[in-house]
């Protein structure tokens, strides 16, 4: 902690000698924890540049980045600190501000708010450029802030607004705070820049009508944004809606889902039985199995005896192979049942009988057995049947 604090110290003198920039080796959550000590005091911004073994951070001090004139009066405001991304510190920092390449560099003020965020080498005239524009810019959220709360915030500053916002909070609250400007914006202007980046990023939620106005006008969509995908925009609504659903167990939102974001899927994106692997996905993270049983039995219909036989058995050889809990059983137990009646097979009918005798059902583990036993053809399987008998007996 005092040999940080002296490097700290010694590394602000060299800033202000005008010698060139030190980053203050930052691996250790309280080496961090000292460093903003130190800048709260000070009021100083923050510069945490994020690095790993790419060798990114050892081309900008070869190049003499940190030496250039413009970046050393740039950063005279700031404590710089660098973080290993391999090290105690940087494993927490990539939890809060995960970087999309290496070396990563985050401008931040005194209290922990990021206000800009680069990866990949800079060159030095950026980097003194970025930095001179955050430090003037180091109350802007706070302005910002203040101006939405007098509903006097212009297009521009809508957007800056929602951008800091998504840097500093969760998803979630800042998909809120989008939705309340794409609510208040005209509807053909929702789909020509900059409205359109913003539904497109922030208009998943099903609750509301945008997914299915992104599906109607991707023709516009892709016109203003080069890089629009639809089939990534109804993947992150597909994951979004169904990720809710599932923290809040919420089963009418499931219903929406299935009612209302499936058919969006674009055909490139179409799964075999998507409204049993969405109901399986849920059930498997809310324990809810009798959801797993429904989506099961609506993939069932419609195809071949034969095949929705198989189907239905392998839905119910997952449940009781994956889960030890009764409901899970039952659910699986049901299955099986229903794949006989779909389709009488040698093992169908092995599973139903040994689900049966795990749910205590001692009558109907014999007559599924008695069925097993009729179908059994090889020695292996009149084995196995043998093996179950034992169990059930005993």
């Known amino acids: 902690m005092k040999k940080l604090f002296l490097l700290l110290t010694i590394s602000f003198a060299l800033n202000t000698l005008g010698q060139k920039v030190r980053l203050a080796s930052t691996q250790r959550i309280e080496d961090y924890q000292t460093a903003l000590k130190i800048a709260r005091d000070k009021e100083q911004m923050l510069l945490v540049v994020l690095y790993g073994g790419g060798g990114g951070l050892r081309q900008m001090y070869e190049r003499n980045t940190f030496k250039n004139r413009a970046v050393k009066t740039a950063l005279a405001p700031y404590l710089p600190l660098a973080i290993d991304v391999r090290k105690e510190m940087g494993s927490r920092w990539t939890e809060l501000f995960p970087p999309a390449k290496l070396p990563a560099f985050y401008w931040l003020t005194h209290d922990e708010f990021l206000l800009a965020l680069r990866g990949g080498v800079l060159p030095a ?119 809710l659903a599932i923290i809040n167990k919420d089963t009418a939102l499931l219903q929406k889902i299935v009612d209302e974001l499936l058919p969006l899927a674009p055909e490139e994106k179409e799964k075999s039985h998507p409204v049993l692997a969405t109901y399986r996905l849920f059930a498997r993270e809310t324990g809810q199995y009798a ?30 192979d994956g889960y030890e ?68 007996q005993e």
């Open 125 to 243: 005239d950026s980097l003194a450029s970025i930095s001179k524009r955050q430090y003037q810019n180091r109350d802007r959220f706070k302005t910002l802030r203040k101006t939405y709360q007098k509903n006097e915030l212009s297009q521009a500053q809508w957007q800056e607004l929602i951008r800091l916002h998504s840097l500093n909070f969760s998803f979630r609250e800042t998909l809120l705070l989008a939705l309340e400007y794409l609510n208040a914006q005209p509807a053909d202007q929702r789909y020509t820049p900059p409205q359109a980046a913003l539904l497109t990023e922030y208009g998943l939620d099903i609750e509301t009508p945008y997914p299915g106005q992104v599906a109607r006008h991707q023709e516009s969509l892709e016109k203003a944004l080069p890089d629009f995908s639809y089939a990534n925009f109804y993947q992150k609504a597909y994951s979004y809606n169904l990720d």
């Open 291 to 320: 959801w797993w049983r429904r989506g099961a039995l609506m993939a069932a219909r419609g195809v071949r005896a034969d095949s929705a036989g198989q189907l239905l058995y392998d839905e119910a050889f997952a449940l009781a």
């Open 325 to 392: 809990d009764s409901s899970a059983t039952e659910t699986a137990y049901l299955l099986a049942g229903a794949a006989l009646k779909k389709r009488t097979f040698f093992k169908a009918a092995m599973l139903r009988a040994y689900l049966a005798h795990q749910t205590s059902r001692a009558e109907e583990a014999r007559r599924a057995l008695s069925k097993a036993a009729a179908l059994a053809v090889t020695d292996s399987e009149r084995k196995n049947v043998a093996a179950l008998r034992k169990m059930i």
